[in-house]
């Protein structure tokens, strides 16, 4: 357990099986969250992986904010969800297969005076030009707020091409430009011929391909369901009548389903035809039962008006309870009757759809069909969804919560980035982040969270770079080759070390600074003794380059852990200097018991504490290209998905140029990350070479059992403000 709790460096971002669904504001309250815009940026309408059983509900989720006739001829499909869906509206693009959403830098207008809290619908106007209608809420002079509703036009990515409010609080002309194109170019039509063709079989209509394959539900072959799927492909008057069919005893055998309805034949059969134009389609139904209704006679009841059977005696047989019926023909009678609203085809499930017909949109199929589950309140509604050319229906899958998954207990500077990141991704992603702790992680989870995490799993850890460590220096472990499967996203923070000396050494010895140090190191060869953590920790990083830039001759002093206790030097006296990040020093120096003669940042990263600005060490001629960092980065799993990664490494980059994370990160003496997935790479690599200089030279060390390995430094609370109060491990092996 002690080397899987080394491993236990890794902060993973995981998928939970919960969409994240903002709460909806609402409109009659003028002081409305502004942040509870239910908006989901980064959906995507993605392949229905299972074709057989397709989740209904997402795929015909929308209704459209144009005239379908003019689907054909807009590059532009309007995506509006039903008034009891969480989803937001939305613009499809159907030449490149993306969908269009308002882009959260476009939540707020002029300045910040108009902040969106609501997207009421996306449409097309009369030129075919996507517009998107907002809920604004407007912050006033003296601080009261109003509401308003107002349209205005996106650009290709979601940003406001005309916005729904002029600065001096007017609408938005109706004319401008979009950096979007209405129509298809010549070149863009070319290109959309279909490979598909509609065909209709029992009214029902679907996809084929060349061979004749159905691309989408292929029709029933039950004459009585064709027709009921016929029937629903239109709304259903209440009072609606149609023909059915009975045996002597008044049970129904053909439901009341049909327009017209033929007498029995023989040998007992009935030919059913489906009302779908012209020509008609027809079948024969083989009948069961015997000719035993021959005495049977229609009669209407003059009460009711309603029709039954009487028998030879003249007694009601079959009570009166048809609107029409037709004399018995070899043991049937035609019969019509209220339309069954409540009747169902045998193992039929309300949340499938009945198609009414597609329509072909740039590169995609527009389908429309009948609906009835939660988005529409139960009713049966008219709702449309999209097919690509390969007959792969797309849903409109939203992303899941991101679970920030912490494999150290709570507490620690993983869990403390992690929680950075909850507070802020949400607002950048569109989607909800969680933090949960998992410090007892197996070997197996590790496995499992580095190649199984997919598009929605990122691991943020203090990595050590290069993933797997250097040979000699660090234990291989069996996960250590699946580090090199994990894909780069973005360095998150680098927290540098501190050289530290004993005051009272540093005042016997006239040490005032690194210059005085490598004077008086060259002078009193091995006289000196640095203190660090284990091998292969920053600590041991930040001594081997040191000593190899330098050249002169100190000691290694080994502690047990992560990093040496600030008390080794300053009560043991152990050492006369320690290596080790400002938490684990920031006490002692506001004792007076240690002195920071500079840091382990680059120069362009000066760390200032209690108002002084603490020198690098690499500013000294004979340190020059020093620096040790803890680096905290992120990782994604091996089947992960380069845009979802890039999309991610983005909104971490909008994170840290915040204001307020900035200065959150300076009070702790981090150096904010940046840059892209390939400079982390390029960092790796660096870090590697950095590596091979410490260890370039013979490094003598004194190892010191002072510690247990588990141990976390005790002097790591309160220094600067916001600190952390423990640092968390490395990654594996070290960490």
């Not at 030449?95 to 002029?110: D, E, H, K």
């Not at 150096?671 to 200089?693: N, P, T």
Request: charged content about 20%.
């Amino acid at each position: 357990m002690k080397r899987l709790f080394l491993l236990g460096i890794a902060l993973w971002l995981g998928a939970a099986l919960h969409p994240a669904r903002a709460a909806t504001p609402d409109g009659t309250n003028p002081r409305i969250d502004s942040d509870a815009l239910p908006m989901q940026s980064e959906w995507q309408l993605r392949s229905v992986i299972d074709p057989q059983a397709p989740p209904w509900q997402d795929v015909f989720a929308f209704t459209l904010g144009m005239a379908p006739e003019s689907i054909e001829r807009s590059r532009w499909l309007s995506l509006n969800p039903g008034a009891n869906s969480a989803r937001s509206p939305g613009l499809f693009d159907t030449l490149q297969g993306r969908t269009l959403f308002l882009s959260p830098a476009a939540r707020s207008v002029c300045g910040g005076r108009w902040r969106v809290v609501r997207l009421e619908r996306a449409a097309l106007d009369a030129a075919l030009r996507p517009s998107i209608e907002v809920r604004l809420v407007e912050r006033q002079a003296d601080g009261s707020q109003r509401v308003v509703a107002a349209s205005g036009r996106i650009d290709e990515q979601g940003r406001w091409a005309v916005p729904p409010k002029t600065c001096a609080g007017e609408d938005a002309a109706p004319a401008g430009s979009l950096a979007v194109s209405s129509d298809p170019t010549p070149d863009e039509r070319a290109q959309t011929a279909p490979s598909l063709r509609v065909d209709t079989q029992s009214g029902q209509p679907g996809l084929r391909d060349a061979h004749g394959k159905w691309l989408t539900p292929a029709p029933v072959r039950d004459i009585a369901t064709a027709q009921w799927m016929r029937d629903r492909q239109e709304p259903i008057p209440a009072d609606a009548t149609a023909w059915g069919l009975i045996d002597a005893r008044g049970r129904t055998v053909i439901p009341f389903l049909f327009r017209e309805l033929a007498d029995a034949a023989s040998p007992r059969r009935i030919r059913l035809c489906v009302a779908a134009g012209t020509p008609r389609e027809c079948r024969w139904q083989r009948l069961r039962g015997g000719d035993t209704a021959a005495a049977l006679r229609p009669a209407q009841d003059p009460d009711s008006q309603r029709w039954g059977y009487r028998d030879a005696a003249g007694r009601w047989a079959i009570a009166p309870q048809f609107r029409q019926a037709r004399a018995f023909r070899h043991g049937y009678a035609a019969v019509s009757g209220p339309y069954p609203h409540d009747w169902r085809p045998p193992g039929w499930q309300d949340g499938r759809p009945v198609l009414r017909g597609f329509r072909r949109a740039g590169r995609h199929w527009v389908a429309e069909a009948m609906v009835r589950n939660a988005d529409t309140g139960g009713e049966w509604s008219l709702r449309y969804g999209v097919l690509n050319d390969a007959g792969q229906w797309l849903a409109p899958m939203p992303d899941y919560a991101l679970h920030i998954v912490v494999l150290v207990p709570p507490g620690g500077r993983s869990g403390y980035y992690a929680q950075m990141l909850a507070e802020h991704l949400p607002k950048l992603l569109g989607r909800e982040v969680q933090v949960d702790y998992m410090p007892q992680a197996s070997e197996a989870d590790y496995r499992r969270l580095m190649t199984q995490g997919g598009d929605a799993k990122l691991l943020l850890a203090a990595l050590r770079l290069p993933r797997g460590g250097i040979e000699g220096v660090h234990t291989r472990l069996p996960v250590d080759q699946l580090m090199h499967a994990l894909h780069p996203v973005a360095l998150l923070a680098s927290e540098p070390l501190v050289l530290a000396i004993d005051s009272a050494k540093a005042d016997a010895l006239g040490i005032r600074d690194t210059q005085g140090l490598l004077a008086h190191a060259r002078a009193h060869p091995g006289a000196l003794r640095i203190a660090t953590g284990d091998n292969g920790w920053t600590g041991h990083l930040a001594f081997g380059q040191f000593r190899a830039l330098s050249g002169v001759d100190v000691r290694r002093v080994v502690f047990k852990g992560i990093y040496p206790d600030s008390d080794t030097v300053t009560r043991e006296h152990a050492a006369e200097l320690l290596f080790a990040p400002v938490n684990g020093v920031a006490v002692a120096v506001q004792r007076g018991q240690l002195q920071v003669l500079g840091t382990a940042a680059e120069p362009a990263h000066p760390q200032t504490f209690d108002g002084a600005t603490w020198p690098t060490l690499a500013s000294t001629a004979a340190l020059a290209g020093f620096a040790a960092y803890d680096r905290f980065s992120l990782w994604a799993p091996a089947d992960s998905d380069a845009v979802s990664r890039r999309k991610l490494q983005e909104a971490v980059a909008a994170m840290l140029a915040l204001p307020s994370v900035r200065r959150r990160l300076q009070d702790i003496q981090v150096v904010a990350g940046s840059g892209s997935a390939e400079d982390l790479l390029a960092l790796e690599h660096e870090e590697r070479r950095r590596w091979e200089l410490a260890l370039s030279g013979s490094v003598d060390s004194t190892p010191v059992d002072s510690a247990p390995v588990d141990s976390m430094p005790t002097d790591s609370a309160p220094a600067p403000k916001h600190a952390v109060s423990s640092p968390a491990p490395a990654s594996p092996p070290s960490r």
